[in-house]
């Protein structure tokens, strides 16, 4: 398979091997700190706001992005692109964005949003993303708290959110709509502004001035504001394209291309937008994740790798296992997927010099499934995929196994807004599944004393917009500190715990971090969200909620009334056993003491349009909690 002679082929060449060197630190004989070297050579100049006109001015007719119209991938050059830039920001110029002002930008992913980005800072202004799905009054809180009088959206339903929002403010807000023209419009109205006008604002921008105010997620209240600045942006983009570009293109000899689906309100997503931009990467944008949409895409795109998040990995797992039992061959699949997991084991435990190679009858059964499973599973995938990135949570190491027996490796991030998105990254020379990899290039990773991960380095934000108080609490001595709890490892890989708030005390005093059950548990159909509790009770138990997907195929597969009520299956015998092994999988990475004794299946979904899910998909533990309180209260009965 090509990803296990890259690794091979990689790993004999010091020279993309020990590129960014690490320096441990040790405290009572305990890894508490890991620092990468920055990168070597001069860093990018300017700001990010000047890469369409450098691209312009030295390749114009490159291909930079492939726009989707009417169903084909139409390429764009560079020149066309930094033409767009312009023109939309000569329009926001006139219709007065004044250097330093916020314009918000409520749109899906698309071309439109890479065009207005670079359009904003081009006017001198700041982004403020705002999730597609946002409600009034959280679109309402974050015009009001960052003062965004400028904002551009994507539909008459988001025009229509923006206008609800609005209608609460002191001032009134200017909105220009893209899927009605919102664009040209814009072209327009700044058809007299000079070109040097935007060059000049372009120019009085330096590395400290805020490029955009990303909202955190909001689990925890209010959303706060970061202030992340051009010089922040840089530095996550160069330091990405550094340590994963020059290897993946010397090993693969294959052009990268992506295509990017996460949404770009999202600082991941945006980042790597930025990143392929930097290094000339060719990329796409597509508005949704959802699978049976995403799929089709990724046939026609066909990219050498992806950036997603573990849902992605979990469903194209899922649906592979859905399409081989709805030919009768359910067992197979299982088969395939328990041999995948053996494999990627033994045969990446090999590559890395950590074991044997597999077996033969691992091999000889690992090649008859490669050829009835997983080529199935590349061909989803575009077949020409050799690399995905996953962030946001941790990947279930089994399915990482699983894709890499596939042919696909994926690598694990961790980081967050605060950090310019991924503040780890795993090497792409060493892939560690079960980690989220070393600090990225130029950044530093520490354990503090109670277990939380401290940040340090060029990516990390400057401060929360209008709260100083929240930032007091978070900067510390030059760290920032996460709320996150982590371990490193000997060779300086990050492992995440759980989340230093969400942390349940039993009433026998066992301390148990709730994420590593949740994510297990997760990603094993039929199970759709879950929350996990126990806080001041005698054990752990969880909540979880049935994917419709997953249960449309069960009750499909045998033979079941499509309407069957969740409160009848909720008492099915077959469907508990099901969602059993599901905990069994989750609790074979706990102990006794910290393993779910319990689980209720309840009605519903936790869902953004409920208020129990934030955009980024993380549960709002708070709010699933008081509004299932009184099945909590059974589990303990």
Known sequence: MGVRKDLKQARSRPELRDRFPVRLVREDGVVREAHTAPPTGPPPSGTPADIPFVHAAEDPGSIVIRRQEHGNWRPVTAAEFAGDVLAVAKGLIAAGVEPGARVGLMARTGYAWAVLDFAIWSAGGQTVPVYPTSSPDQVGWILRDSGARHVVTESAEHTAVVAEAAATLPEPVRTWQTDSGGLAELAVLGAEIADAVPAARRAALTPDTVATLCYTS???????????????????????????????????????????????????????????????IEIGQFPSIKPDELRPELRRFRPT?????????????????????????????????????????????????AGPRPGAGLRAAHAL???????????????????????????????????????????????????????????????????????????????ADDGEVLL????????????????????????????????????????????KKDILVTSGGKNVSPAVLEDRLRSRPPVGQCLVVGDNRPYIAALVTLD????????????????????????????????????DHANRAVSRAESIRRFRVVPGEFSEENGMLTPSLKVKRHAVMAAYGTEIDALYR
């Not at 592979?320 to 494999?343: C, H, M, N, P, Q």
């Not at 100083?468 to 510390?476: C, D, G, K, Q, Y």
């Not at 419709?548 to 056993?577: G, S």
């Open 218 to 280: 909001g689990t925890t209240g209010r959303p706060k504001g970061c202030a992340l600045t051009h010089g922040n942006l840089h530095a996550e983009a160069h330091a990405t394209v550094e340590l994963l570009h020059p290897v993946f293109k010397a090993v693969t000899g294959q052009p990268a291309s992506t295509l990017l689906f996460l949404p770009l309100a999202h600082i991941l997503g945006r980042v790597i937008q930025i990143a392929c931009l930097m290094a000339r």
């Open 305 to 353: 790798f992806v950036v997603g998040v573990p849902y992605l990995f979990e469903k194209i797992h899922d649906t592979g296992r859905a399409t081989a039992e709805k030919l009768g061959r359910g067992a197979s699949f299982d088969r395939a997927d328990a041999i995948a997991v053996r494999y990627g084991e033994a045969s990446l435990g090999h590559v890395l010099g």
């Open 369 to 447: 499934y490669d050829a009835l499973v997983y080529r199935r599973i590349r061909k989803e995938l575009g077949g020409n995929l050799r690399y995905a990135i996953s962030g946001g949570s941790p990947l279930d190491g089994a399915l990482s196994h699983f894709f890499y027996a596939a042919g696909v490796l994926v690598y694990e991030g961790y980081g967050l807004t605060e950090t310019s998105a991924a503040a780890t990254v795993t090497p792409p020379l060493a892939p560690r599944p079960g980690t989220v990899g070393r600090p990225v290039p130029g950044t530093a990773v520490r354990i």
């Open 456 to 499: 340090k380095g060029p990516i990390v934000f400057s401060a929360y917009w209008n709260n100083p108080e929240a930032t007091a609490e978070v900067l510390r001595d030059g760290w920032f500190a996460t709320g996150d709890l982590g371990a490193l490892d000997e060779e300086g890989h990050l492992v995440i715990t759980g989340r």
């Open 548 to 583: 419709p997907e997953a249960i449309q195929h069960w009750l499909a597969v045998r033979k079941r009334p499509a309407d069957t009520p969740v409160a009848a299956l909720a008492e099915d015998p077959e469907l508990l056993a099901d969602i059993q092994k599901a905990v």
